[in-house]
């Protein structure tokens, strides 16, 4: 009787010993989330820089007025764009053909000859569009909020780094952990620039200065994702994230988003 | 007797109407003739332009968006009712901009904040948060979402507001900056194009009825 005790005894320990230690993370609950959503304007590379190719020797060489000159002794040739017959055509007769354009008054579309002068252009100005809401308090702000500091991240091609685009502060009365992942992200999948979604590693990154020195790119497979910070009962943190973000060339220029998910796991 | 015949042909002659000796030498000529078209541009804004608008989004803020009183159906305020801060929300079909105009170089919309938004009830201190980074703008489309890349509008600072909170529209020097461009074409015609709005609440703003409104103009290219 004693031995049958004694084998119950010890099979309610060893299920306590598994709940407590394998399922540990199960028993968090996420009792706030927030979303950092950061707008990323790629800025386009400067135009291909094009040079002027020296011509050949002896070349001749076309003049601005469509006339062609021979090369000068000793000095570089230059191959000039071919002059515009429509500029001949103008000044012979600015009416020949119909112009479309408002007049600011004078007796000429275009004044031949004259300054450039400022034409009117129409305009229309409908009823403007009243835009209405009103802001309630966030009852969730006691435990998680976000403070952002650069909403928009310009960015060029290559590598590009924002100091402290935004904050986060947690606080919790029992334990808790700040998890994060790229929002809407899944355990494998294809996703969309900058966060993508894993296998492909995320082209945004962060960093907690005041924890770490550890750049992470963001966990872009959904949930549980990454492990922010944690914090014990009552700690009350506030901290700033730096951010990098790598712009590869194939990417366009344009507008995107990064929107990233932060959860308060408690215990 | 000849004398007499021959005077008295020329007083006939005096006496015929000038119009009748030029008949007797016609002549040929051309007048040039050069007229201009002056373009034009109409435009109007339509406010919640089609069934369906409204506020969605506030994911976490544990409440459901709802439009408010304020927004009907093709008119009326772009009215995202009750929304909680630190959170983001999406408005759709909250305008439609129409244009009409012969030029055929196109046009450009642009469009503004007549001011930042515009506390009230309970008045904040200070009274204006930045519309910049809270109002979003972009073209309507069925699968956008509160988290979509999107434009923020911008106070305007060329301009300057007409009425109570630019209820006018807005004054400007010359046209709008380009910077608040939100539609380019180079075609004539009547065209139209839709905008969702996005709300991007941050957590310091603080919790206040705000009114804003958005300024279109619309230029001839």
Redesign the interface.
Known sequence: MRGRHLVALLGLAAVAALAMFSQADALQSNR????V?L?VVITPSPAPVGFLKPATHGAAIADAGGGVRPPATGALAFVATAPSASVAQLAADP?ATPV????AGTAW?VAPGLAPFELA?????????????????????QYI????HT??LDAGYGSNTYTCAFEIYTYYTTAYTLTDWG??TTKSGSGTYPVLNYPSTSDLAWQVPDLSSTVHAYSNSGSPGETTWTGTAGEKQQHCFNLTLTVPATEPAG???A?IQYNLMTN | MRRMRALAALAVLALLPLPALAQQAPATGSARVSYKVLPYVKASVTPNYQSGFGPIGGLGSGSTPAVGSGAVLDGGTVDFGNVVVGYQYLYKYAAQVNVQTNDTSGFIVYAEGATDLNGSNPTPSPATYPLFQTLYWLVSNAANTAFSPATSFNSTTSGTPLGVNGANGISYPGSPPGSASVWSTTTAGTLAEGYDYQLRLSSAMPTSQFNVYIVYTVVGN
Do not use: M, R, W
Request: hydrophobic fraction near 35%.
């Open positions: 706030a989330y927030k979303y959503v707008t009416f479309q354009l408002a007049s579309d252009q129409a305009q229309a100005q409908p009823t403007p569009v009243p835009v209405q809401f009103v802001a309630k308090a966030d009852p969730n702000a909020h976000t403070i952002p909403g928009e929002y809407g507008t995107y988003t929107t």
